[in-house]
């Protein structure tokens, strides 16, 4: 069982790496519930056919999985698998809890385990996973911790290492016999998400050259296409923005004079990655050898996983980046306080470090600034400046807010596409408002740059 983590299969808890919830010093080891070959608890538990459709299709997968691994009575074998998930999918938290930040903050120390989560052989877990020596760890979903346990000490033995080889296959399918890859992709391509067609090999082997190394990959890719220049360039426009939402912020009319005061501390504790990190990840420990798929997969696994214990032993740090360079995208990271935007979304015509200013700051400084701008919404509201948990608005902020906000809902209700179907203004709320900060924002950001900067 607790194997599973060193020889990197999918396991029956989730486990990263993350500063606690209420200490933004330094990093513990969080475990969240898993286990789980399908997506949602609801696909176990939902006594509607169309689930038990589903429920089928899955047994059916894992059997062939088993079967194809060389493992005889298959479809047996794949019922019993199945009804140990549908058990273990019982303990997980409904999706309402699994989504409250709150309700999984729960820090326990390793003692704690042995009396709330009996069943496991905590040492034998621990160990293996290379945190024995951590005094205390978050649990998110403490009823998925206690509930898979006592699965673990009550179920056979034989059912567990049934259970562990049609997951260790699964996971490694991408590099397993074509007829590995294609039942794979019939279960969770087709009958998942609906996608009709295999993607090509060589996108699969950019996925995996990007998971694998990420940021050797992100160091190519920007020397090529987000040089220093275009870094700097960005970097700048970021501080425009960061200038006016200060001012901003000061002249707001909802948020009390204390609550501002927490408001400015969150916004210069903000950590905003542009392009790419400062220092890269150092991959010279990683071999990497030609003609071997799966054991380049299962280096970099083992070499990914022990970059991550390695932060146990470090203060945290909120420059860490949380995304791949050459990734189309940004994050948002509440905790701690930090948001990247990679060079991969900031590429013409979203940024053009030799463009023209107005329209930098109109398309990627507004959604720079609408990413910010959560950071002081109903989501960012929840985590102070150094990304820890708890509520710094006053119940009166709240209110005003609420007041406020309820003339962007008014609005948005009455956007009606169809005669029969409107807008759900309560619904897009948080992100209409990001997106009008954004926009103000990012305008007075552009001002700003042509006092700093007039144009002759
Ligand atoms: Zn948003």
Same mark, same amino acid.
């Given at each position: ?151 673990? +000490?009550?179920?056979? !033995? ?30 969770? +391509?087709? !009958? ?85 990190? #400062? ?12 003609? #071997?798929? !799966? ?46 935007? =990679? ?43 150094? +990304?820890?948990? +708890?509520?710094?608005?006053? =119940? ?38 990001? #997106? ?21």
């Amino acid at each position: 069982m607790a194997d599973g983590l060193t020889a990197n299969a999918d396991h029956i808890f989730g486990v990263w790496v993350n500063q606690s919830f209420e200490d933004s010093g330094h990093y513990v080891f969080h475990l969240l519930q898993g286990g789980l070959g399908m997506p949602d608890r609801d696909d176990y538990i939902d006594p509607s056919p169309r689930m038990a459709v589903l429920r089928a299709q899955y047994q059916s997968h894992i059997a062939a999985i088993l079967k194809q691994g060389g493992f005889a009575d298959s479809e047996r074998r794949a019922g019993r698998i199945l009804a140990l998930e549908i058990r273990m999918a019982r303990a997980h938290a409904p999706d309402a809890d699994a989504a409250d930040v709150f309700k999984q903050n729960n820090p326990w120390k390793r003692g704690d385990f042995d009396v709330k989560a009996p069943g496991m052989d905590w040492d034998a877990y621990f160990t293996s996973a290379g945190v024995a020596g951590q005094p205390e760890f978050i649990v998110w979903q403490p009823s998925a911790l206690t509930g898979t346990s006592a699965l673990v +000490g009550g179920e056979s !033995i034989d059912l567990w290492k049934d259970y562990l080889r049609f997951h260790l296959i699964e996971h490694y399918a991408s590099v397993l016999p074509k007829a590995v890859a294609t039942e794979d992709f019939a279960f969770y +391509g087709t !009958i998942l998400s609906g996608a009709q067609q295999m993607p090509d090999r060589s996108k699969g082997a950019i996925t995996a050259t990007n998971g694998a190394l990420g940021q050797a990959v992100g160091q190519l890719y920007t020397q090529r296409y987000f040089p220093p220049e275009a870094k700097a360039k960005a970097q700048a426009m970021v501080a425009d923005l960061i200038t006016a939402y200060r001012s901003r912020i000061a002249n707001l009319t909802w948020m009390s004079a204390e609550t501002k005061k927490k408001a400015r501390a969150k916004l210069d504790a903000l950590t905003i990655g542009v392009g790419y990190p #400062d220092t890269w990840i150092d991959y010279s420990a990683l071999e990497v050898v030609r003609g #071997d798929a !799966i054991g380049n997969m299962r280096r970099a696994e083992a070499f990914n996983r022990l970059h991550n214990l390695a932060k146990l032993r470090q203060p945290a740090d909120p420059a860490e980046w949380r995304i791949d360079p050459q990734a189309v995208g940004a994050v948002i990271v509440f905790s701690p306080n930090a948001e990247f935007f =990679t060079a991969g979304i900031l590429q013409p015509p979203y940024f053009d470090s030799q463009g023209d200013a107005a329209s930098n700051y109109g398309s990627a400084g507004a959604g720079i600034a609408h990413e910010i701008s959560h950071s002081f919404d109903e989501l960012g509201n929840i985590y102070d400046s150094q +990304g820890r948990l +708890g509520r710094w608005w006053t =119940t009166e902020d709240s209110a005003k807010y609420r007041a406020a906000a309820a003339r962007l809902v008014t609005q948005f209700d009455g956007y009606c596409p169809f005669s029969d179907l409107c807008v759900h203004g309560t619904q897009v709320l948080n992100e209409n408002i990001a #997106d009008l900060a954004g926009l103000l924002v990012a305008h007075d950001a552009y001002v700003l740059s042509l006092q700093a900067r007039p144009t002759s």
